[in-house]
Structures are given as C-alpha cells and as structure tokens.
Nanobody, 121 residues
Framework: QVQLVESGGGLVQPGGSLRLSCAASGSVFSIYDMGWYRQAPGVQRELVATITSGGSTNYADSVKGRFTISRDNAKKKVYLQMNSLKPEDTAVYYC???????????????WGQGTQVTVPS
C-alpha cells in the first residue's frame, strides 16, 4: 500500500507565495514521475507540473515562470513552490506519483487526498 500525503495549502493574497509538499510512504520500491495537478470547482483536473526521477520538469503554460517543482528522491518527497499567485490558481491541488511497490512489481499511479489553495480576488 502506497500513500501520498500533501501539505502546505491555505489562503494567500494575490501576489503571495505558498509551498506545497507531498510525501510518499508505505510500500515504495521506486518512484518514477511525480507531479502536481489541480482541480477547480466545475472544471476538469489539469496538470500543473511534473518531474521525472532524473529531474526533468514540465509545466502548464499558465504557471510557467511562477511555479517551480522539485523533488527529494531520498525523502520520497515532491514540492511545488508557487509564487505570484493569482485568483485563477484557486483549486484543490493533488499530488501524483508513479510508484513501483516491489522489485517485481509494475508501475502504478497514486494520488494524494488533495490540499486546498485559495487566492481571493
């Protein structure tokens, strides 16, 4: 069993910053890609940023230059530094990881429970 637990969400004024963290625990043999997604009310979940185990990153156009994804492989953690936040960034942010649970296992997709980020207009 693999768990992803996010932290760091909250209420922040426009132009402010937040740092989200996500820790993987449980039966984790190796982690491939990790990422952050978000979902606003009435909107489909969308990709925010992803990072490979080697550190290559990918960002949604809407957050390029404002958000930075990073990871600590030893700690099994992924982070999202969010700067210059805008009201349109308001959403529930979900951590995602592709995890192999054992040496003979296959990669599977796991999701955290989500953390709310609110930027009032």
């Amino acid at each position: 069993q693999v768990q992803l637990v996010e932290s760091g969400g909250g209420l922040v004024q426009p132009g402010g910053s937040l740092r989200l963290s996500c820790a993987a625990s449980g039966s984790v043999f190796s982690i491939y890609d990790m990422g952050w997604y978000r979902q606003a009310p009435g909107v489909q979940r969308e990709l925010v940023a992803t990072i490979t185990s080697g550190g290559s990153t990918n960002y949604a156009d809407s957050v390029k230059g404002r958000f930075t994804i990073s990871r600590d492989n030893a700690k099994k953690k992924v982070y999202l530094q969010m700067n210059s936040l805008k009201p349109e960034d308001t959403a529930v942010y979900y951590c995602n990881a592709v995890v192999v649970a054992s040496w003979f296992g296959r990669p599977n997709d796991y999701w955290g429970q989500g953390t709310q980020v609110t930027v009032p207009s």
